[in-house]
């Protein structure tokens, strides 16, 4: 899976650096500008691409030396 999501990582760090929507006027739904959309698309895609990191690669030893301490929080 890390194959996968160092990728897509990394194609979310170019796409962020866009100037061409900037300058667009249009409006998306006819209230949202052109290029704050783009980055609302982006923020959503970015989330995803951390809760497929969280889900697949996150490493399983953490959890079970969390589990294995024992005892309540106080």
Request: proline share 5%; aromatic share 14%.
């Amino acid at each position: 899976m890390l194959r996968f999501i160092w990728p897509l990582v990394l194609l979310l760090i170019v796409l962020h650096q866009d100037d061409w929507n900037w300058e667009d006027g249009t409006l998306v739904f006819g209230f949202i500008p052109k290029g704050l959309f783009y980055h609302a698309c982006i923020s959503v895609a970015a989330a995803t691409t951390w809760l497929l990191v969280v889900l697949f690669c996150w490493p399983k030893q953490l959890d079970e030396e969390n589990g294995n301490e024992g005892g309540s929080p106080s």
